[in-house]
């Protein structure tokens, strides 16, 4: 069986990472992935850039978060509980900007959220590789350079579990040896792309476009 993530759930119809767009996106997808930040104050929010009006999130409130988002209500973005989401999902954990402790309680924090059918996956492979005893769920790095592409080859042949969200530009280039069935592809919006993907093998692909993208899937 081969994946389809929605990315940020349905952004072309619903606010990216917003819960109601996460669920809607289940009609069409078999993952959701989504962005997940911590407030000044320890809420978990599911938004991708690291500031609001240039503001980091990591500085705010969650009340000052709402207010420079425009978002009334929180359970839109905050992640209170896994019971939020219906299916499965893949959370990217954004620690950019974060000092060591609020890195440390973002994962503790996601730790008793995350359910055995997820993936937690991050650009920081270092705090990746500290907790991924104690995740219940599948874990990965993310890529999107060759330099990164090249060190995760490496790492692979070490650790059996590890999954690899790699950029779309990478799977192509020479140096690609990842495993195809640990392997999710991101973002992919072409139908003739996405076929080819899923004709090869990978884990997953990774779309803006679930809605559409499923119909091409054999």
């Known amino acids: 069986m081969h994946y389809i993530f929605g990315h940020?759930?349905?952004?072309?119809?619903?606010?990216?990472?917003?819960?109601?767009?996460?669920?809607?996106?289940?009609?069409?997808?078999?993952?959701?992935?989504?962005?997940?930040?911590?407030?000044?104050d320890n809420y978990l929010v599911l938004q991708h850039d690291p500031d609001v009006n240039g503001k980091l999130i990591k500085d705010m409130f969650l009340e000052e978060v709402m207010e420079e988002l425009g978002v009334l209500d929180e359970e839109d973005i905050v992640l209170h509980s896994r019971d939020q989401i219906f299916g499965r999902v893949n959370f990217e954990i954004k620690t950019s900007s974060l000092?060591?402790?609020?890195?440390?309680?973002?994962?503790?924090?996601?730790?008793?959220?995350?359910r055995p059918g997820d993936i937690v996956s991050s650009f920081d492979g270092k705090a990746i590789n500290s907790f991924k005893n104690l995740f219940p769920c599948q874990y990965g790095i993310i890529l999107d350079n060759e330099e990164a592409l090249f060190q995760a080859k490496a790492i692979s042949n070490h650790d059996t579990e590890l999954f690899f969200m790699i950029e779309k530009s990478l799977f192509d280039t020479r140096i690609f040896e990842l495993p195809l069935e640990r392997t999710a592809v991101w973002t992919v919006n072409d139908e003739k792309e996405f076929e080819r993907l899923m004709e090869i093998g990978v884990y997953g692909v990774i779309t803006d476009i679930p809605d559409t993208m499923h119909i091409y899937r054999k």
């Open 99 to 114: 000092d060591a402790p609020q890195v440390d309680i973002v994962f503790q924090k996601m730790i008793s959220i995350l």
């Open 8 to 40: 940020r759930g349905l952004p072309k119809i619903y606010r990216e990472n917003s819960i109601e767009g996460l669920n809607k996106a289940f009609e069409y997808c078999d993952f959701v992935e989504t962005d997940v930040r911590i407030t000044l």
